[in-house]
């Protein structure tokens, strides 16, 4: 918590900077500092479907079994344990409406060791008031790859076609996998669909300089399904990745094999969360650190 000043002052110049830049909309302005302590590793983030201008976020594994509700501007409005399940290593959320009622999917989906056999999915209906308290999951998804562990900290929801998306995060190209939202058994075996398309790497000049960061650079850490289940956006360590289908029957197997849309993220400290705002027309990113810059995208 000692770089906190220095934190606070380069997000302060950072807002300087972008409120200064040349354009009448631009891509990324900061919205708000996420400063509860207790949100020192957030992971996964979603747009709530029934409290306006509020948002969900999780923490990383080892941090308590808990939902967060902030504002967009990052003040926190309730917190509520999820019983009977454990955060493992929590990596994504994402919201979706399924027959008139909204649910968060939390992905228990992280693996940095490669050892976890079985990986979970829990799903919570959002609550109707925001006042602390505990949620139960209504299902959990239980399943595992198809041929061996892999660390995966993207996932969304296409409620549409009943399936979850999983994007893994460290091998290249990264790998598209889907579960049923709504599976008859478990453990599910996750289906592999195809490979994204034009994920940014480093470039020759952050190779020679920081090779640690170099490495990182084009690793998925998120994903979110627009509300029009359009597009899927993918966060890596330095950009937003945007995939565009034409129409929702187009599958992603295909729709991932194109060139993507690209922009490079402002500084966000460990970008490790994105979320499509609840009207579709940009979205909210931040990081995994303490405080937490919560940024909003135009894309």
Not at 91 to 119: M, P, Q, S, V
Not at 263 to 277: C, G, M, N, T
Request: hydrophobic share 40%; net charge positive; glycine share 8%.
């Amino acid at each position: 918590m000692h770089r906190r000043p220095q934190l606070l002052i380069a997000l302060a110049l950072s807002a300087c900077l972008l409120a200064c830049a040349p354009q009448k909309e631009p891509f990324a302005r900061l919205a708000g500092l996420v400063l509860d302590e207790r949100l020192r590793e957030i992971s996964g983030m979603a747009a709530s479907r029934v409290h306006e201008d509020v948002l969900w976020l999780v923490n990383d594994g080892g941090n308590d079994a808990a939902l967060y509700a902030v504002s967009r501007r990052g003040r926190e409005q309730a917190r509520f344990v999820i019983d009977g399940v454990a955060n493992t290593d929590w990596e994504d959320l994402a919201a979706f409406e399924l027959d008139g009622r909204h649910y968060l999917l939390i992905a228990d989906t992280g693996d940095n060791g490669g050892l976890r056999r079985t990986l979970q999915l829990h799903v919570v209906e959002e609550p109707a008031t925001l006042e602390d308290g505990s949620l139960k999951p209504v299902w959990s998804i239980a399943f595992r790859w198809p041929d061996g562990a892999r660390d995966c900290e993207a996932v969304a929801v296409d409620a549409a076609a009943g399936q979850v998306l999983l994007v893994s995060k460290k091998r290249r190209p990264p790998e598209l996998f889907a579960l049923p939202l709504r599976p008859a058994t478990r453990p599910q075996t996750a289906r592999r669909l195809g490979t994204l398309a034009g994920i940014p790497q480093a470039g020759q000049h952050e190779r020679r300089g920081n090779r640690v960061h170099a490495r990182l650079h084009g690793q998925v850490t998120s994903a979110d399904l627009s509300p029009d289940a359009r597009t899927l956006a993918v966060m890596t360590y330095g950009d937003l990745v945007l995939y565009r289908r034409h129409g929702t029957s187009e599958s992603w197997t295909k729709a991932t094999r194109r060139r993507p849309e690209l922009r490079a993220l402002p500084w966000i400290p460990q970008a490790e969360a994105v979320a499509w705002s609840a009207g579709g027309r940009g979205l909210f990113a931040t990081g995994e650190f303490s405080p937490a810059p919560l940024f909003y995208l135009v894309p």
